[in-house]
């Protein structure tokens, strides 16, 4: 991404406020650098199945709230658990495929695991669009949920969760140790790292 004038598409979900953060730290880092991009924040429910997003966002936050117990036991359970199991990427692939190639961007970022999915699926379905994409594993557990093999990069919060994703057989060249993105806490190492090694910006 070499030229001044890029669009960045960065896929998150209202399911607790770390995804959203993360999204909105990306963005302010990424314009910070570069203040031509054009970066597009988009919840990916919101662009496939809107009428979706608010009793999901509810039934979370009821299952949270009222059996966390539960909701723990399903979070570790994904942990070695291949997303694309999970047929629901089948319902928000279609207009989200659309808005993505409406918005035709430089470069994909993920914050949630079920977007990486939805990306997955659709560069496999479109093999000539050859946008790169990052995820940006916003847990601090190396759950298979949020690997697939068309993402391009994985931005993690440690190097131990980098090596635990290495002894899953992950290439390491591909895995940058970041620590979750925080609004105005992305120290000046974690930056120079970024410009170091990352050509997309």
Not at 9 to 20: K, P, R, S, V, Y
Not at 68 to 77: A, E, H, I, Q, S
Not at 99 to 127: G, H, Q, R, W
Not at 144 to 158: K, N, R
Request: aromatic share 12%; net charge positive; charged share 20%.
């Amino acid at each position: 991404m070499n030229n001044t004038k890029k669009t960045i598409l960065i896929l998150t979900a209202q399911f607790g406020a770390g995804h959203i953060s993360a999204a909105n730290a990306i963005k302010e880092y990424i314009l910070e650098e570069q203040p031509s991009y054009k970066v597009v924040i988009q919840n990916f429910i919101s662009a496939s199945v809107p009428k979706m997003n608010k009793p999901l966002v509810k039934l979370y936050e009821a299952n949270t709230k009222y059996t966390p117990g539960l909701y723990n036991y399903y979070y570790y359970l994904k942990k070695s658990f291949d997303s694309r199991h999970d047929i629901a990427y089948k319902m928000y692939t279609p207009k989200l495929s659309q808005y993505i190639l409406e918005t035709n961007p430089d470069l994909i970022i993920s914050t949630f695991p079920m977007a990486c999915t939805c990306v997955d699926y659709f560069k496999t379905k479109n093999p000539e669009f050859k946008v790169p994409t990052i995820t940006v594993v916003t847990d601090v557990v190396d759950s298979l949920e949020w690997i697939y093999p068309t993402t391009s990069m994985y931005f993690v919060a440690s190097h131990e969760i980098k090596n635990r994703y290495v002894q899953k057989g992950i290439n390491p060249n591909i895995v940058k140790v970041t620590g979750v993105p925080v609004k105005k806490n992305l120290s000046i190492t974690q930056k120079k790292t970024h410009s170091k090694n990352i050509n997309y910006l």
